[in-house]
């Protein structure tokens, strides 16, 4: 018999509400200010200010997709509050992550009831450093809040409240559209059950958040034409990762994130040692939690084109909540040098980059991506001509409102730096341009053996030109190089001619642009491009891919019907 639950007070909720959050805000202090990166450009801060000022809920400054409106509407109301700031959208972000800390704390005292100890403590420890949750918890994308609603959603049906968890489910699904799992889960399970007709009605419960889901989808129907919102994604995010190859990998990499990257194989050797030593994980709850694990781990693998780790959000806090209470079945020493390990693993992680490629999202490495963004973007933003780049850089050269420059250029976009792309330029040549690494891959994985042929034969990857090898091409030379923690960005300028970028106009963007460097100690989804008629933006959104390493198996880019290159948003 599980204990009896404690009634708690609201107060007392508030307090460890008020707690989490100061703590999630004094831990991200120092970037709160950080400029938004990749797929925030791309596609959720564009929507959003379009919600905020035009009050638009279908997106028109950025291609729209089936993306809720959930996030955005959270961001537009915040904004009418507090004004329209990077780093009020910073904390509004914090505000739902330390919503989900709290979340996250009562579903793991729950899935561990019988548990001696404070299990529940150490699952959110582990939460709290985890690198992929650090700086998600901050980036304007939906997979935080969507890990927030779910644990919120699966402690209600824990619970047998499943009227509020119906309703959690559909605040979930109003955020991010996969959330669709968690109540398709529980309403499945109760039905499995069979414990009669009550049993039945509450499953019914479930079909609330389907039918919000339903409601958003038929009025983006309605305004784009598209079920989807357009075409590209729909083919992109649902038949493209069906092939057999792209899912056995996506799949394979999910089970390496989950269960051995960032120190989790410290977790999940403690978690082999108990599953048959403590009947626990043999319980309802765990058979749930496990049950939902598993079918949104296959889900986020077989739609969406991106195969990123935000994806498995939702997944950590049922993760980490195993591998809390399975050091429980640990000797007190082990037990100890375990939990030190793994926090000290997690830790790190935050800082230190795997030696394979992976997003710069996953940890600190988006803080120094877009440090370099900011160089650049000084460097050119007080020299006139034209500039040529790529998404996420050309956004961010576009719109102040991105933090990047104070009065917006609109650069020539590339669809990528291969050379079938950069040889365009040949008969129109930019004053500048702005050329860095889209992906992590300090031993070339991508460029040799097996996994070159892999990349080239299932994502249609080509490897980019170099700085030096564009320069070369273009008859332009290198004007400056920056670098930041391995990743690298450099500035082409097309010789001295009227008009260009002097060595005195050089030295003068060089100062300037060490002044804007990020305070803080430095640390996929959308790629954006106009399309013929300036007032029409097309946006290539969501995947970290703009080369299918970065996302390490990431499939290639879409070319849309415009003059332009379209990459849709994935899941």
């Known amino acids: ?34 400029p938004y990166f990749w797929d925030e450009i791309g596609q959720f801060i564009p929507a959003s200010l379009d919600l905020f000022q035009s009050g638009a809920w ?17 961001l537009a109301a915040f904004w009418h509050i507090f004004g329209y700031s990077i780093a009020g959208t910073r904390v509004a972000m914090l505000l739902i992550a330390a919503f989900g800390t709290v979340a996250t704390f009562l579903l793991a005292i729950e899935l561990g009831r019988r548990t001696p100890g404070a299990p529940a403590f150490t699952a959110v420890a582990l939460l709290a450093v985890s690198p992929l949750f650090y700086a998600q918890s901050m980036l304007a994308q939906l997979d ?11 402690l209600l049906f824990l619970q047998n409240r499943f009227r509020d968890s119906a309703i959690a489910c559909v605040a979930l699904v109003l955020m991010k559209e996969t959330g669709l799992v968690a109540p398709l889960v529980f309403g499945c399970w109760l039905a499995y059950e069979r414990k009669g007709e009550r049993s039945a009605r509450a499953a019914l419960w479930y079909l609330m958040p389907v039918a919000a889901l339903c409601i958003w989808i038929i009025i983006l129907r309605r305004a784009t034409g598209h079920w989807l919102g357009n075409s590209e994604f729909a083919h ?17 990499r999910r ?24 009947p626990i994980f043999r319980d309802r709850a765990w058979r749930v939690a496990a049950a939902f694990a598993a079918v949104h781990v296959v889900a986020v693998s077989a739609t969406g084109g991106a195969v990123l780790e935000r994806y498995l959000l939702p997944v950590l806090p049922i993760l980490y909540a195993a591998f809390a209470i399975s050091l429980r079945a640990l000797l007190p020493r082990a037990r100890n040098y375990a939990l030190a390990a793994l926090l000290a693993c997690l830790i790190a992680a935050n800082f230190v980059n795997p030696l394979y490629p992976f997003p710069f999202e996953n940890n600190l490495a988006f803080v120094h991506f877009v ?10 933003s007080v020299t006139p001509g034209t500039i040529a780049t790529v998404f996420p850089m050309a956004d961010a050269l576009r719109r102040p409102e991105f933090g990047y420059v104070s009065t917006g250029r609109q650069p020539i976009v590339l669809h990528d730096f291969q050379r079938l792309a950069v040889e365009k330029l040949l008969n129109n040549r930019p004053d500048m341009m702005i050329v ?20 080239r034969r299932y994502y249609g990857y080509e490897p980019p030109m170099t700085p030096d090898e564009i320069a070369r091409l273009l008859n332009m030379r290198v004007g400056r190089r920056w670098q930041s923690a391995g990743q690298k960005m450099a500035l082409l300028l097309r010789g001295r ?18 002044r804007a460097e990020l305070a803080a100690p430095p640390s996929s989804e959308a790629s954006h491009a106009r399309a013929t008629c300036q007032s029409r933006v097309t946006v290539t959104v969501e995947t970290l891919s703009a080369s299918a390493v970065s996302s390490m198996l990431s499939p290639p880019k879409y070319r849309s019907s415009t003059t332009r290159a379209l990459r849709s948003s994935s899941f």
């Open 371 to 380: 440090g370099l963004e900011q160089r650049a973007a000084t460097a050119v």
């Open 255 to 278: 089970m390496y994130y989950l269960f051995i990257g960032s120190g989790h194989f410290i977790g999940t050797l403690a978690l082999a040692w108990a599953w048959r030593r403590m």
């Open 58 to 74: 279908i997106a028109h400054s950025t291609v729209p997709n089936v993306h809720p409106p959930g996030l955005m509407a959270w």
């Open 436 to 455: 860095f690494d889209t992906t992590w891959d300090p031993l070339h994985f991508a460029d040799s053996g097996f996994t070159a042929w892999l990349l």
């Open 1 to 34: 018999m599980s204990p009896a639950r404690r009634t708690v007070r609201p107060q007392s909720y508030a307090l460890v509400y008020a707690l989490a959050a100061m703590l999630l805000v004094l831990a991200h202090g120092p970037i709160l200010s950080t």
């Open 497 to 514: 001619p009227r008009g260009a970028l002097t060595l005195n106009s050089t030295a003068k963007a060089a100062g300037e642009d060490q």
């Open 144 to 154: 935080m809040p969507a890990m927030a609603f779910t644990a919120l959603a699966l």
């Open 236 to 252: 992109y995010n649902v038949l493209y990762p069906l092939n057999p190859v792209r899912l056995a990998f996506a799949l394979l």
